[in-house]
């Protein structure tokens, strides 16, 4: 059986800066991944052309072992559905209330009646925990909350992969473990997640398998208490003392 | 003094015709009203087209830059006498075209209202350009990651947090506008300036073009009061798309 996700050998350019050098990656129906690394090194960028925000300069993303990368139209919006994403930034719809920022894109992209959206939202909202601020603008919200929003919202698409893009690093520390929370309860029910974060504890309790990249390539993968307690790579030694021990 | 005051404030003379006067207010009102609403829907269509990034789009995108640029850089009058002045004379157009006498407006009307939509449409462009280009671009990535396809995510989420933030400024625009149907006059169209000149060249008093002026600001006084405070009041409420509370 293929796996949900893999990703070969990709390649992207900003102009004459070489971000991803060439990046495998594969992501087993069920299995949390976590990638980890320093600023700059590329994890943002992997994620969104993974969903195709932006477009690989090479090598493929396959998703249920069919390939992605030269979807357009249609057919790239039916795949991006499938995919869910969470941004650091939350960019949760500021004109709309909570529940309806759960509720338009079930509206929109799968033609749901207003009925069974909003039953679906309340019910992933309470799901996150925010059962009482369905009617609250998101502005109104703290960052935590927003960002559990966020995520309820990229469920309600009942998408067959999450990609997280540091997801608390905008957050206050006493506002962390909610949303943490959130995302262990996802994984524990079997979610397909592909997680970048500098949560270490988080990549250490959750994941089946974390990988450390720099400078656009990874430059050690492993199961979490391997890389975390004896990584056989300098820089990934090095990188984990900075974070752990700051 | 008190010729002074007659000359401007002569409340027979606005009394005697104030029918007409008003009559002339009515046709200002009705071409801004139709020009504004020709002008915003297609300000919005060519800031779409200045704002897309399909590469299909580009020879347009072009196009509508230098259309914005030409029609910022001439006068209106000019571009009311080249349309008035011409296109009756243009054969192969239809004749609804050449000679538009739609809704019981003569054409005059219609060459009037297509200037200031041309010019003003400019204009908007600009406007709405700027409003859209105050949406964080992580609103269209996060409509676009749930599956919507670009227009759908222009539409329910880029375009209406945009308009709000462009209300203002349309209106001030639409201030703009409505003072400048009067040069539409040389036309031909008996607005309320022309109304008002026409009085002062029977009766040599200006009282007539004082009563247009009040009837002006009965409708620009309170539109730009408006502005200035919806403006005040979104200045301090601002940026509240993500970030924590
Ligand atoms: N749109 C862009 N244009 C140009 N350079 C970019 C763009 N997005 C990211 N980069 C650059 O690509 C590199 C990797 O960025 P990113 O993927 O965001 O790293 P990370 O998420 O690991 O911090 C950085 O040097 C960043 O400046
Ligand atoms: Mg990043």
């Known amino acids: 059986m293929s796996p949900k996700l893999r990703i070969e050998g990709l390649q992207k350019r900003y102009g004459r800066l070489h971000v991803l050098r060439g990046v495998d990656l594969t992501v087993p129906a069920g299995a949390v991944i976590s990638v980890i690394g320093p600023s700059g090194s590329g994890k943002s960028t992997l994620l969104r052309c993974v969903n195709r925000l932006e477009e690989a300069d090479g090598g493929d993303i396959l998703l249920d072992g069919q390939s992605i990368r030269e979807l357009r139209g249609p057919a790239l919006d039916l795949v ?51 059962t009482e601020k369905l009617d609250e603008y998101p502005g109104r919200l703290s960052g935590g909350q927003q960002q559990r929003v966020a995520i309820a919202r990229a469920l309600a698409m009942r998408p ?35 997680v970048v974060t500098h949560e270490m504890s988080f990549a250490r309790d959750v994941s089946d398998e974390v990988l450390f990249m720099d400078g656009g390539v990874v430059v050690e993968r492993g199961d979490p208490a391997t890389v975390f307690t004896a990584p056989a790579q300098e820089r990934t030694a090095r990188f984990l003392d900075r974070i752990l021990n700051p | 003094m008190d010729v002074f005051f007659r000359q401007y404030f002569d409340l027979g003379v606005m009394w005697t015709h104030f029918p007409k006067v008003l009559a002339g207010f009515w046709i200002t009102v009705e071409l801004s009203l139709i020009a504004g609403a020709l002008s915003m829907v297609w300000g919005l269509a060519l800031a779409l087209v200045r704002g897309s990034r399909a590469r299909a789009l580009a020879p347009a995108r072009v196009l509508t830059v230098a259309y914005i640029d030409v029609f910022r850089g001439i006068p209106l ?45 400019a204009y908007l462009a600009e406007v709405f350009r700027a409003g859209l280009e105050a949406v964080p671009r992580g609103q269209l990535e996060a409509s676009r990651s749930l599956g919507m396809s670009h227009s759908e995510a222009m539409r329910h989420v880029v375009l209406p947090q945009a308009v709000r933030s462009v209300v203002p400024p349309l209106l001030n625009d639409f201030i703009a506008l409505m003072k400048d149907t009067s040069l539409v006059q040389v036309i031909g169209i008996v607005e309320v300036v022309r109304a008002g000149r026409e009085v002062q060249g029977e009766t040599f008093n200006s009282s007539a073009l ?36």
């Open chain 2, 77 to 121: 009058l000019l571009v009311v006498l080249v349309i008035s002045g011409s296109l009756p004379f243009i054969e192969f157009l239809p004749r609804w075209v050449r000679a538009p006498e739609l809704f019981g407006q003569p054409d005059v009307f219609w060459f009037g209202a297509a200037a200031l939509t041309v010019t003003y449409g």
């Open chain 1, 160 to 194: 067959e992969v999450m990609l997280f893009d540091e997801v608390t690093s905008a957050l206050d520390p006493e506002l962390v473990t909610d949303v943490l929370d959130v995302m262990r309860e996802l994984a524990r029910q079997g979610m397909t997640m592909l």
């Open chain 1, 80 to 130: 991006r559905r499938r995919i869910g994403m969470v941004f650091q930034q939350f960019n949760l719809f500021p004109h709309r209330t909570v529940l309806d920022n759960v509720v338009l894109a079930q509206q929109v992209v799968n033609r749901t009646g207003r009925d069974e959206a909003v039953a679906a939202a309340t019910d992933l909202l309470r799901q996150v925990g925010l």
């Open chain 2, 210 to 245: 004082t009563l247009g002026a009040l009837l002006f600001l009965v409708v620009t006084l309170p539109l730009a009061r408006f502005v200035d405070r919806s403006m005040a009041r979104n200045r301090p409420a601002g940026a509240s798309t993500g970030g924590p509370a």
